[in-house]
């Protein structure tokens, strides 16, 4: 009962934060509250017994990435007339219509009966030893490309942020 | 622990490993200020080479199928084709790319090691069984293609370009993973040909595949250039650094189809499947033939017309799509072989033309055919070739795509074909556009200040041979080696 009070409270949260989100004329209050989405939907995930997945969620995506979100837009420093700038009636429009067509298609097409819960069930069992298990077992070469990947981006800041041109 | 599958798994992947241990060596040798800038050139292009001889020698002598790394990577002749060519356009874009960057005042090595990292992960991208797998090694192509394209920081297009680059991208990408999390919560797997399995067993509606194959395709069209996710490609082509636009032209789109007929054979299969996928690309081909062309037409620089014209040349590669049989893939590999010669010998002589007389448009190389007449006359030979004109190998390509696609005759693919020889000859007249200023116009004086460098005349003088060889030498056995690695 307490789990299905949580789950209706929480997704509730995540679509009011979802929709302030989007409708904030100021990019921080913006971020702020795509960091209590986040967080909600991170509640949203322990509610289906999945305490490592979101565990994760809020490490990597509240911690890391909204910082970091946070710190540009703080960099950026926008002035008082660049945010009062608006989209025109019809890109609103757009921007409304496109994503709500999408998500009612999908919904309208997919029962719930088709997804596979069964499958999806065999994440419970995520725990700390088994995650790094599979980390070498089953993902090793995704692992290694990750590795050679964070190389890449290295190389890449490293370039952007040099002085001497 | 049984950990032999590891040990199979790298003895396979030799030349990968090859690789990723030479950028990693190229970037901690460069440290070094004693040693010259042509060793570390020279250090990159041996790495190629060796990679490129270890996958020859295990392109002829390996028959048969074998899954690495539980399922990650497919390890076929088809993924040892797209090993092969990767590496050998890899090496073309290296040695004509080294007259322009040496006098780089920065990103001599970065362009070095990205090169070389970019074909690592355009490597794996062909041989991707899993949706994880695909995923990563798109965005790591795609990473390594948003630095390559602002390796010019003085430069505000370079910069623009790289930036467009990074947001298409990123939202491109996110749109696939969102396709692809409904196939998993539908399956409950992430590989390719297990989902192609359930799915076949499930009674979807149509409109479900619709939506999924529409959202993965933004990821995958992105790459490859098709139109309704195109308009990122004709300002990031003028904007990098020319040799850098001539590996995207290439190597990435390429690398995109490999992925893409991995994908679409994994998911849908050949035959026939519940939902009828090949109306999307003809859609998508079909416009990007049109778009791709009649922009061109308007095109006076030439970076981005040979933008266009890739879009245009991506539509025709995805009518294979139409009919997805043995013989279809096979002609798309041959397509790409030629069209990979072609399209790189073209940016070679657009390099010249950039770099030793400061030509980058239309109008300003009326009359060049009197100054430098080798050039002029292999630019023709690459134009021809890339419209589909008979003594050029391009026509050969063009006519096995055509020819396999026209196989069930029916009025969709009888349209297609329609189209396609339309604006085949549509393009005809951007093509001889150049050709036509540099031969016909009376133009200025073009001063030269050094004599062209042997490193861009030799590889342009070759791949010109190579296109007219292929046509009239015996072109058979490519085409039949190239049917034995498809799918």
Sequence with gaps: ?165 | MDYNWIETGLQLSRPELLIIGGTVAVIMLSIFKQLSRTFLFLCSCAILIGAGYITLLDIQSYTGQTILFKGAIGYDKFSLFFKMLFIAIAFITMLFSYPVIKNWTSGFVEFLSLLLCCTLGMIYMASSRTFLMMFLNLEFVSITSYIMAGLLRHNKKSIEASLKYIIYGAGSSGIMLFGMSFLYAITGSIDVYTVGNTLRHLDLPNSFYLITSILILAGFAYKMAIVPFHMWCPDVYEGAPTPVTAFFSTGPKIAGFAMMIRFVDGVFGKGSSPFEWQLIFIIVSVLSMLIGNLTALQQNNLKRLMAYSGIAHAGYMALIFLTFTQDSIGSLLFYSVIYSIMNLGAFITIIILEKYYNIDNIQSSAGFAYTNPFLAICLSIFMFSLVGLPPFAGFFSKLLVFMSVIKPLNYLTLFAILVAVITTVISLFYYVKIIGAMFLKQGGNFTITERVSLILNAPMAILALATVAIFITDWDWLFEFCKSCSL
């Design chain 1, 1 to 165: 009962m307490l789990r299905e009070l949580f789950f209706v409270a929480a997704s509730l949260l995540a679509i009011l934060t979802a929709l302030l989100t989007v409708t904030r004329k100021n990019p921080i209050y913006a971020t702020f509250f795509l960091i209590s989405h986040l967080i909600s939907i991170a509640i949203l995930i322990s509610t289906l017994k999945l305490y490592y997945l979101s565990a994760i969620h809020i490490l990597v995506y509240t911690g890391a990435i909204m910082i970091l979100f946070l710190f540009v837009v703080m960099l950026l420093n926008l002035k008082e007339e660049e945010l009062e700038k608006d989209f025109s009636i019809h890109l609103k429009l757009l921007y409304t219509l496109a994503p709500i067509s999408v998500m009612v298609i999908i919904v309208g097409q997919l029962k719930p009966q088709d997804i596979n819960l069964s499958k999806l069930s065999q994440l419970n069992v995520i725990s700390f030893e088994n995650a790094t298990k599979a980390l070498f077992d089953k993902y090793f070469l995704a692992f290694e490309i990750v590795s050679a990947l964070i190389i890449l981006a290295i190389i890449g800041s490293i370039l952007i942020a040099k002085k001497k041109v």
